[in-house]
């Protein structure tokens, strides 16, 4: 959001660009870690068992499905604050750059809000609240006309997005077996992004 407002959009393209990037290389120096599965299997075997357990699992499969509602339907909200802007606003970049920032400010502070809990404490009620809570924030995004409640909100639905996409894969990270942790987490990350483009082709759709 900064680097849009102070460079325009290619800045913010090349910064996610280069984000992307330092990611790839952080990845590439992990150490390999060896299978636990005690087997070789072909990538489709490993696919069709892990589709398997997940949504065999009895606490997984609701996870995978609230998560899949969360993705498709308000996870999107980021790709359209630009129309939000200039529909509610007549604004441009800089108040779009504004309500990304301050969402992106919700969910750092979220992020550490998590990472203050004791791990005793079950984190299913945070993705159930933080579900209800987002999905009320933004309707009331949707009709307010006043900018500067429109980044409390933003603010908030940040806060929302990255406690439940957290808690959720923390969840399913902790309830997976070892021999299978990888493929559900995997699972989690295809409906994160697969969800989302979804989600913004369809809401652009009935827009």
Known sequence: GVAVAA???????????????????????????????????????????GLRYTFGHPLLKVLMALHLASA?????????????????????AAQAAAITSSSGLGAVVGGLWLAQRTPQRTLLPVVLGAMLLLGLVLIALAWNPWFPLSLVLAFVAGFCMISRAVAIQTLVQSKAEAAMRGRAVSFYGLILNAGSIFGALLIGFLA
């Open 7 to 49: 460079g325009g959009v290619s800045a913010g393209f090349a910064l996610a660009a280069l984000c992307t990037v330092l990611f790839l290389l952080s990845l590439a120096a992990l150490p390999a870690v060896p299978g636990v599965s005690g087997r070789d299997e072909s990538f489709a075997e490993q696919m069709a068992d």
């Open 72 to 92: 498709t339907l308000a996870r999107p909200f980021l790709d359209f604050v630009p129309a939000l802007v200039a529909t509610l606003f007549a604004g441009g």
